[in-house]
């Protein structure tokens, strides 16, 4: 067990945690381990499925160009972007909550020209009505919750370092 005086990563720096265990793990280990966890289970259910998911959504199959240039966007933007955010994260870099959420609005905004273009389209791509709700309306609903999430915690996070830095002006004046 740690004792008082033991060094922890949070701030404030003189805050006393009795009972603080540090992580044994590195980063990179933890990042290593869920890298390759997630790229077995992906792996695993692309085999398993082969093209299910046009089931919901045949326009993945007849590659619309609406959805190949959103999906486009998303792999070669918001992907290298995704990577950057978890280095910032991991390093604690003051510009993570930005980019967190210039990433969370891409998707949002990527999310939302998905369904617009299919509203417009007469929305009739789907082979059954359970695959509609399932993977057009379910699957696709966790791309809309988990960025806005992301968002609302990092503007939480922004403005209260904000309010912090205001604060510090405030008393030297």
């Keep these: 067990m740690a004792t ?94 930005i980019l967190q959420v210039a990433i969370s609005l891409g998707q949002l905004y990527g999310t939302a020209v998905y369904f617009l273009t299919s509203l417009l389209d007469g929305d009739d791509f789907a082979a059954s009505t359970y695959y509609y709700y399932a993977y057009y309306v379910f699957a696709n609903g966790w791309w809309v919750l988990i960025p806005t999430i992301i968002i609302i915690r990092c503007w939480k996070k922004i403005c209260a370092a904000c309010q912090v830095v205001e604060q510090k002006k405030a008393k030297t004046h």
């Design 4 to 97: 008082q005086g033991e060094d922890h990563p949070y701030v404030p720096r003189d805050l006393k945690l009795p009972d603080y265990v540090p992580v044994f793990l590195s980063q990179s280990t933890i990042l290593s381990v869920y890298g390759i966890a997630s790229l077995l289970v992906v792996s695993f259910m692309w085999i398993l499925s082969g093209k299910e998911y046009s089931k919901g959504d045949s326009r993945y199959a007849g590659r619309d160009s609406g959805v190949v240039a959103v999906e486009g966007i998303t792999a070669v933007l918001e992907g290298p972007a995704c990577l950057l955010a978890v280095y910032a994260i991991a390093t604690k870099k003051s510009y993570n909550y």
